[in-house]
């Protein structure tokens, strides 16, 4: 081998390493310069997750947690990541919502955590919505506030002063109306806020507002820093079956989505009564399935 061809060889080597670590670099802290089919650590396939959010019992006398009780499902999110066709797809079921539950009689879907714990509550929107459910993900009421807080808060537009005192659930919430920057814990008020006519529906709009607005938060390259503790913040915050190696790639994937990746939709459906059970959101089943074949 002559002397160029030796030269031509180590430029071509030279070249190669550097594009490398410009390519890996990339994919680090500027991940959506990259080809969506050419970026790494993410999921290869679809997966189907079913996000809880619980809230926590407090005694009524004491006004002290319960950590004893399981807790109603305050959020529920039956969750769509699809790597192939590159979106986050997240169907809000209303706490309200009035459905059948297996081997129990018909009622609110919020109670079913507190009846049997997540095996039963996944069952019963595995029926509800005709949905494989591949990992739960159920996150402590302090997850959020933990979270936006790492990220050195979440920017929203508040569309009302919100003030509501509940002790059962031990929520004292005073925002003020206008575009701010949220802490953990007024970002955690935002989204358990419901005391106004839209009630739930409403609270759910603001959850599905708030969750593309941390999605932002989360894209920004400062962040990028903060990927470990992020990851040590979720493990102690939820409770998952999802293996520790998925959990990375989704976290990773989450990271490299766009405002325009992510889809949220409500269980189509109306506000009805139930004699001894109350106010209720009634599902339209075939709406419903309308939804789920677009986005699942």
């Known amino acids: 081998m002559n002397k160029k061809r030796i030269d031509l060889v180590r430029v071509l080597a030279v070249l190669v390493v550097v594009l490398g670590i410009a390519y890996f670099h990339l994919n680090i802290l500027f991940p959506t310069t990259i080809p ?3 970026r790494i650590g993410i999921l290869r396939k679809p997966v189907t997750i079913l ?3 619980t809230d926590i019992t407090y005694d009524r006398v004491t006004h002290k947690p319960m950590p004893e009780h399981r807790g109603r499902a305050d959020t529920i999110l039956l969750t769509r990541i699809d790597p192939i066709r590159w979106k986050i797809n997240v169907l809000s079921i209303p706490r309200d919502t009035y459905l059948s539950i297996p081997g129990r009689e018909a009622q609110k879907i919020n109670v079913v955590n507190a009846w049997g714990g997540i095996p039963l509550l996944k069952r019963t ?3 509800f919505t005709g949905q494989k459910i591949d990992y739960y993900i159920k996150a402590k009421p302090t997850a959020i506030t933990k979270l936006v807080d790492m990220l050195g808060g979440v920017y929203l537009k508040v569309e009302e002063n919100m003030r509501y005192v509940d002790r059962v659930q031990g929520l004292n919430i005073d925002l003020k109306m206008g575009w701010q920057k949220l802490s953990g814990k007024q970002a955690h008020d935002y989204i358990r806020y419901r005391d106004n006519f ?4 409403g609270r759910i709009a603001r959850q599905q507002k708030f969750f593309k607005a941390l999605s932002k938060s989360l894209t920004r390259p400062a962040n990028i820093l903060n990927a470990p503790r992020a990851i040590r913040t979720a493990l102690q915050e939820i ?3 999802m293996p520790l ?3 990375v ?3 990773n994937m989450a990271r490299m989505m766009e ?3 992510l889809r949220t939709e409500m269980t189509p459906g109306e506000v009805s009564f139930v004699r001894g059970v109350g106010s209720i959101w009634m599902p339209d089943q075939e709406a419903l399935q309308r939804v789920i074949r677009e986005m699942f």
């Open 259 to 261: 405002p325009g990746d």
């Open 51 to 53: 996000l809880v959010g």
């Open 125 to 127: 929107v595995s029926d």
């Open 249 to 251: 790639r989704l976290l």
């Open 239 to 241: 409770e998952t079956d």
């Open 198 to 201: 839209s009630g739930d529906i």
């Open 245 to 247: 190696g998925t959990t």
């Open 36 to 38: 969506k089919s050419l």
